[in-house]
Protein backbone atom coordinates (compact mmCIF):
# COMPACT_ATOMS: atom_id res chain seq x y z
CA UNK A 1 0.00 0.00 0.00
CA UNK A 2 1.64 3.47 -0.87
CA UNK A 3 0.18 6.50 0.63
CA UNK A 4 0.42 9.93 -0.94
CA UNK A 5 0.21 13.55 -0.05
CA UNK A 6 1.21 16.25 -2.54
CA UNK A 7 0.65 19.44 -3.51
CA UNK A 8 -0.70 20.39 -7.08
CA UNK A 9 -1.42 24.24 -6.17
CA UNK A 10 -2.00 26.67 -3.34
CA UNK A 11 -5.55 24.99 -3.93
CA UNK A 12 -4.92 22.08 -4.90
CA UNK A 13 -3.96 18.38 -3.44
CA UNK A 14 -4.02 15.28 -4.33
CA UNK A 15 -3.96 12.87 -0.69
CA UNK A 16 -5.02 9.18 -0.75
CA UNK A 17 -3.84 5.74 -0.61
CA UNK A 18 -3.23 3.29 -3.35
CA UNK A 19 -3.55 -0.50 -2.93
CA UNK A 20 -1.32 -2.12 -4.99
CA UNK A 21 -2.77 -5.63 -3.98
CA UNK A 22 -4.95 -5.91 -6.76
CA UNK A 23 -7.85 -6.88 -5.20
CA UNK A 24 -11.33 -5.27 -5.12
CA UNK A 25 -10.31 -1.50 -4.38
CA UNK A 26 -12.73 1.42 -3.53
CA UNK A 27 -12.01 5.01 -4.57
CA UNK A 28 -13.29 8.26 -3.40
CA UNK A 29 -12.35 11.14 -5.47
CA UNK A 30 -12.88 15.06 -6.97
CA UNK A 31 -13.07 17.77 -4.43
CA UNK A 32 -13.54 21.24 -6.04
CA UNK A 33 -12.78 24.12 -3.19
CA UNK A 34 -15.73 23.59 -0.59
CA UNK A 35 -17.69 21.56 -3.04
CA UNK A 36 -16.78 18.01 -2.90
CA UNK A 37 -17.36 15.36 -6.14
CA UNK A 38 -16.89 11.60 -5.33
CA UNK A 39 -16.17 8.65 -7.03
CA UNK A 40 -15.22 5.00 -5.71
CA UNK A 41 -15.77 1.50 -7.75
CA UNK A 42 -14.54 -2.01 -7.52
CA UNK A 43 -12.60 -4.11 -9.77
CA UNK A 44 -11.84 -7.56 -10.61
CA UNK A 45 -8.56 -7.85 -13.43
CA UNK A 46 -7.63 -4.27 -13.07
CA UNK A 47 -10.06 -2.64 -15.67
CA UNK A 48 -12.31 -0.62 -13.74
CA UNK A 49 -9.83 0.56 -11.72
CA UNK A 50 -8.06 2.03 -15.22
CA UNK A 51 -11.72 3.59 -15.70
CA UNK A 52 -11.82 5.21 -12.82
CA UNK A 53 -7.92 6.26 -12.93
CA UNK A 54 -8.50 8.30 -16.39
CA UNK A 55 -11.58 9.77 -15.36
CA UNK A 56 -9.32 11.17 -12.27
CA UNK A 57 -6.25 12.23 -14.35
CA UNK A 58 -7.89 14.17 -16.80
CA UNK A 59 -10.33 15.77 -14.17
CA UNK A 60 -7.33 16.76 -12.44
CA UNK A 61 -5.36 17.91 -15.44
CA UNK A 62 -8.21 20.61 -15.21
CA UNK A 63 -6.68 22.15 -12.22
CA UNK A 64 -9.51 22.65 -10.89
CA UNK A 65 -10.51 19.38 -8.48
CA UNK A 66 -8.49 18.43 -4.85
CA UNK A 67 -8.25 14.91 -5.16
CA UNK A 68 -8.87 12.46 -1.95
CA UNK A 69 -8.57 8.71 -2.46
CA UNK A 70 -9.15 5.96 -0.29
CA UNK A 71 -9.03 2.13 -0.27
CA UNK A 72 -12.53 0.77 0.73
CA UNK A 73 -10.80 -2.26 2.12
CA UNK A 74 -9.61 -0.13 4.84
CA UNK A 75 -12.32 2.90 4.94
CA UNK A 76 -15.35 2.61 6.94
CA UNK A 77 -18.74 2.44 5.40
CA UNK A 78 -19.15 5.56 7.66
CA UNK A 79 -15.92 7.51 6.38
CA UNK A 80 -17.01 7.01 2.69
CA UNK A 81 -21.02 7.88 3.52
CA UNK A 82 -19.51 10.97 5.13
CA UNK A 83 -17.55 11.91 2.30
CA UNK A 84 -20.55 11.43 0.16
CA UNK A 85 -22.87 13.52 1.95
CA UNK A 86 -20.50 16.23 1.46
CA UNK A 87 -20.23 15.32 -2.29
CA UNK A 88 -22.71 17.45 -5.40
CA UNK A 89 -21.39 14.66 -7.76
CA UNK A 90 -20.82 10.64 -7.25
CA UNK A 91 -19.88 8.59 -9.42
CA UNK A 92 -19.88 4.77 -8.70
CA UNK A 93 -18.02 1.89 -10.85
CA UNK A 94 -18.01 -1.50 -10.44
CA UNK A 95 -17.14 -4.98 -12.79
CA UNK A 96 -19.69 -7.73 -13.53
CA UNK A 97 -19.19 -10.78 -11.87
CA UNK A 98 -21.91 -13.29 -12.24
CA UNK A 99 -24.57 -10.94 -13.51
CA UNK A 100 -23.61 -8.85 -10.19
CA UNK A 101 -21.48 -6.44 -8.36
CA UNK A 102 -18.56 -6.89 -6.25
CA UNK A 103 -16.81 -6.57 -3.00
CA UNK A 104 -19.00 -5.12 -0.59
CA UNK A 105 -20.23 -2.69 -2.95
CA UNK A 106 -23.82 -3.38 -2.40
CA UNK A 107 -23.93 -3.30 0.92
CA UNK A 108 -22.31 0.50 0.58
CA UNK A 109 -24.61 1.43 -1.82
CA UNK A 110 -28.04 0.01 0.57
CA UNK A 111 -26.47 2.55 3.24
CA UNK A 112 -26.07 5.37 1.30
CA UNK A 113 -29.07 8.28 2.86
CA UNK A 114 -30.68 10.36 0.50
CA UNK A 115 -28.82 11.95 -2.58
CA UNK A 116 -31.43 14.48 -3.50
CA UNK A 117 -29.40 17.16 -5.25
CA UNK A 118 -26.41 15.18 -5.83
CA UNK A 119 -25.32 14.16 -9.84
CA UNK A 120 -24.65 10.77 -9.99
CA UNK A 121 -23.43 8.52 -12.66
CA UNK A 122 -22.24 5.08 -12.63
CA UNK A 123 -19.57 3.40 -14.78
CA UNK A 124 -17.47 -0.02 -15.07
CA UNK A 125 -16.33 -2.61 -17.43
CA UNK A 126 -17.55 -5.70 -18.59
CA UNK A 127 -17.11 -9.10 -20.49
CA UNK A 128 -20.66 -10.13 -21.09
CA UNK A 129 -23.94 -7.69 -20.60
CA UNK A 130 -22.23 -5.27 -17.56
CA UNK A 131 -25.39 -5.93 -15.28
CA UNK A 132 -24.03 -4.28 -12.17
CA UNK A 133 -23.47 -0.85 -14.10
CA UNK A 134 -27.53 -0.87 -14.55
CA UNK A 135 -27.36 -2.27 -10.43
CA UNK A 136 -25.90 0.71 -9.66
CA UNK A 137 -27.76 2.89 -11.52
CA UNK A 138 -30.79 1.40 -10.04
CA UNK A 139 -29.50 1.80 -6.15
CA UNK A 140 -28.68 5.94 -7.54
CA UNK A 141 -32.02 6.55 -8.57
CA UNK A 142 -33.50 4.83 -5.37
CA UNK A 143 -31.75 7.36 -3.64
CA UNK A 144 -33.32 10.52 -5.31
CA UNK A 145 -30.18 11.97 -7.22
CA UNK A 146 -29.93 13.50 -10.31
CA UNK A 147 -28.70 10.18 -12.44
CA UNK A 148 -26.73 10.95 -15.32
CA UNK A 149 -28.13 9.38 -18.75
CA UNK A 150 -27.59 9.60 -22.50
CA UNK A 151 -30.62 10.86 -22.44
CA UNK A 152 -30.71 13.73 -20.27
CA UNK A 153 -27.38 14.69 -22.07
CA UNK A 154 -28.71 14.66 -25.22
CA UNK A 155 -31.48 17.09 -23.84
CA UNK A 156 -29.30 19.55 -22.50
CA UNK A 157 -26.84 19.39 -24.99
CA UNK A 158 -28.43 18.25 -27.94
CA UNK A 159 -25.42 16.31 -28.94
CA UNK A 160 -25.34 12.64 -28.80
CA UNK A 161 -21.76 11.82 -27.94
CA UNK A 162 -22.44 11.26 -24.74
CA UNK A 163 -23.19 8.24 -22.88
CA UNK A 164 -24.12 7.24 -19.37
CA UNK A 165 -24.06 5.47 -17.80
CA UNK A 166 -20.35 4.61 -18.39
CA UNK A 167 -20.07 1.28 -20.26
CA UNK A 168 -16.74 0.11 -21.53
CA UNK A 169 -16.48 -3.51 -22.83
CA UNK A 170 -13.30 -5.46 -21.68
CA UNK A 171 -10.82 -2.89 -21.55
CA UNK A 172 -9.55 1.37 -21.85
CA UNK A 173 -8.96 0.98 -25.48
CA UNK A 174 -8.48 3.98 -27.85
CA UNK A 175 -11.93 3.89 -28.68
CA UNK A 176 -13.02 3.71 -25.09
CA UNK A 177 -10.72 6.62 -23.93
CA UNK A 178 -12.56 8.34 -26.58
CA UNK A 179 -16.03 7.54 -25.10
CA UNK A 180 -14.56 8.72 -21.73
CA UNK A 181 -13.53 11.96 -22.72
CA UNK A 182 -17.13 13.05 -24.06
CA UNK A 183 -18.20 11.57 -21.03
CA UNK A 184 -15.49 13.46 -18.74
CA UNK A 185 -16.06 16.40 -21.16
CA UNK A 186 -19.99 16.24 -20.26
CA UNK A 187 -18.99 15.83 -16.44
CA UNK A 188 -17.20 18.96 -16.33
CA UNK A 189 -19.59 20.59 -17.53
CA UNK A 190 -22.31 19.18 -14.73
CA UNK A 191 -19.36 20.06 -11.92
CA UNK A 192 -19.17 23.96 -13.39
Given at each position: ????????SDKLWQIGVIDD????????????????????????????????????????????????????????????????????????????????????????????????????????????????????????????????????????????????????????????MKKLDSAIKYIE????
Amino acid sequence: MIQYNFKISDKLWQIGVIDDRGGPFHRLVLTKGTTYNSYFYTTIRGNTKKIANYISDKLIESKRFNVSVFDGDKTSHSQIIDSIEKSDLVLIGSATKYGDMIGSLENLLKALPSLEGKTTASFGSFAWSGEAIEIIGDYLKEKSSTYLTTSDAIKKTGCLEYEFPIRLRYNLSESNMKKLDSAIKYIESVIN
